[in-house]
């Protein structure tokens, strides 16, 4: 049973637009979140979180939305550049309770 | 220079032989994991520690083994009990046991079967 769902295997973006990758998590207990960025063959690399008493986190170009009652998150990149090409990770934990839970991640294609 | 340090970063194995993946961090961090990266799969928890002389069993345990004898290393061993080993490894560590942490990940090694 998968506590944290990725439903878009692939997301293709034309260089300067938004991109807008989802993820969805079925267990009420979670209460911080986390994006990743990997590229093949490299380990992935810490994007952005939110804790659940924050609706929204922004970072330069990325902005992480968490909507609890939906229990849906998202990460919008904007502009996207062709470097933002890989795959995206989200990722849910409690506390008390590090191991983070991951979803089967997204594959962005930014095209110049 | 700190950070995590995972080696080999291509290793192979015989069949029935067990191979044993290191996972070295000088940053000081209490907590450190194993995940199996396989196509499509997203990443699959093997083991975990949160302090030295401790760890648990992930969601896919079966056919490995860990040991922590010290904060700053936690190796896995790939057993000749684990049937499809062939996949990319990433260990991981986190600052503190408990509470809400960010994890950080080594390069990561691919074992492949010969």
């Known amino acids: 049973d998968q506590q944290v769902k990725q439903n878009s295997p692939s997301l293709s973006v034309q260089e300067g637009r938004i991109s807008i990758l989802n993820c969805d998590y079925t267990n009420s207990m979670f209460d911080y979140f986390l994006w990743y960025k990997k590229y093949p063959a490299e380990g992935p690399t810490f994007l952005i979180s939110?804790?659940?008493?924050?609706d929204k986190n922004e970072d330069g170009r990325f902005t992480v939305f968490l909507n609890k009652s939906a229990k849906h998150l998202s990460l919008h990149i904007v502009p996207s550049q062709p470097g933002d090409s890989a795959v995206y990770f989200c990722?849910?934990?409690?506390?008390?309770?590090?191991?983070?839970?991951f979803g089967k991640g997204t594959r962005l294609s930014v095209i110049a | 220079d700190g950070g995590i340090t995972q080696s080999p970063k291509y290793l192979f194995r015989k069949e029935g032989q067990n191979v044993t993946l290191s996972c070295e961090q000088n940053l000081n961090h209490d907590a450190m994991y194993w995940y199996r990266q396989d196509p499509g799969q997203g990443l699959r928890l093997i083991y975990y520690?949160?302090?030295?002389?401790?760890?648990q069993k992930g969601d896919i345990a079966e056919g490995y083994s860990v040991s922590r004898e010290k904060k700053e290393s936690f190796p896995l061993t790939v057993t000749s009990a684990q049937k499809n080993p062939t996949a990319f490894y990433l260990c991981?560590?986190?600052?503190?046991?408990?509470?809400?942490?960010?994890?950080?990940f080594g390069p990561g090694t691919r074992l492949l079967v010969l």
């Open positions: 520690s949160q302090i030295v002389n401790d760890f």
């Open positions: 939110i804790s659940s008493i924050k």
């Open positions: 991981a560590t986190t600052p503190r046991q408990g509470g809400m942490e960010t994890q950080y």
């Open positions: 990722a849910a934990t409690f506390s008390g309770n590090t191991p983070l839970v």
